[in-house]
């Protein structure tokens, strides 16, 4: 009967740490500047982003397809691949004001960009 107990304490401590491990960033920071991205038959919309220079933000990505795609920049350091149909984010650490390059390796003559930060 202890041991029962014990399992069960120890089953709900681990679920309730796994709950917290898998909440999305979007949750856990609801103010935090969202801009939106569209990959769209191998091209970025906007092609150019206006993002918050010197604030920490987060870029929602949505692959609207058909193929997979990807969202590339050396100079960010970041790097998501997308299949189609899905929505992903990541979370950028506040930039310096300047303009920083991304592409995209699927289709890289079309699939070009840059994140503006003022």
């Not at 069960?8 to 920071?29: E, N």
């Not at 103010?31 to 933000?57: H, S």
């Amino acid at each position: 009967m202890r041991m029962t107990r014990f399992l069960t304490t120890v089953c709900a401590v681990l679920g309730a740490m796994l709950l917290i491990a898998v909440t999305p960033a979007q949750a856990q920071a609801p103010d935090m500047p969202t801009v939106n991205l569209l990959i769209r038959a191998g091209r970025f919309v906007p092609a150019t982003l206006e993002v918050p220079a010197n604030t920490k933000f987060r870029l929602v990505i949505k692959n609207e397809g058909p193929g997979a795609e990807e969202f590339e920049s050396v100079e960010l350091r970041k790097e998501k691949v997308l299949a189609p149909g899905v929505t992903s984010f990541l979370i950028f650490q506040p930039l310096k004001p300047g303009s920083y390059k991304f592409f995209g390796d699927f289709h890289p003559d079309t699939a070009q960009g840059q994140m503006v930060a003022k």
